[in-house]
């Protein structure tokens, strides 16, 4: 007999925060082809990802909060690493330097986590609010 358990190696919260930054991608591409629009990665998984996860997990009877949280720590990531990518590659880095952007770097992961999960409220409550009716 076979049985038809499932395993997922990610828990809940991190496999919605990873749907909706994936699907907050093409959303982020469409605004960025509007006229002086400056749509970053980052910002739009933070935004868009965030309010996708908080919905995907409010219809999936998940915590919209936890989803959106890691949502934005994902956008905070991603940030982060194209920053480096682009600019740490042709700057000089002396000691100051560095200790700022350490500091500055844990300061974006922290205020991109709480935009997410304030995204994630958001998307879960139009989730809860249009399934309600």
């Known amino acids: 007999m076979v ?6 190696a990610l828990p809940a919260a991190w496999r919605f925060a ?3 930054a994936l699907a907050s991608l093409p959303i982020t591409a469409i605004l960025n082809w509007l ?3 400056e749509a970053s990665i980052g910002g739009g998984i933070m935004i868009f990802g965030a309010f996708i996860a908080g919905a995907i997990a409010t219809i999936r009877s998940s ?6 949280l890691r949502t934005g720590f994902i956008a905070s990531i991603i940030a982060l690493t194209i920053f ?3 600019v740490g590659t042709t700057a000089t880095w002396p000691l100051p330097r560095v200790v700022f952007f350490v500091f500055a770097s844990g300061m974006i992961v922290c205020v991109a986590s709480l935009f997410g999960l304030g995204f994630g409220r958001v998307g879960g409550w139009v989730a809860n ?5």
């Open 3 to 8: 049985s038809s358990l499932r395993v997922h």
């Open 18 to 20: 990873l749907i909706g």
């Open 35 to 37: 006229p002086n629009s």
């Open 63 to 68: 915590d919209p909060n936890a989803a959106g």
């Open 84 to 86: 480096v990518v682009t």
């Open 129 to 133: 609010t249009v399934v309600s009716r």
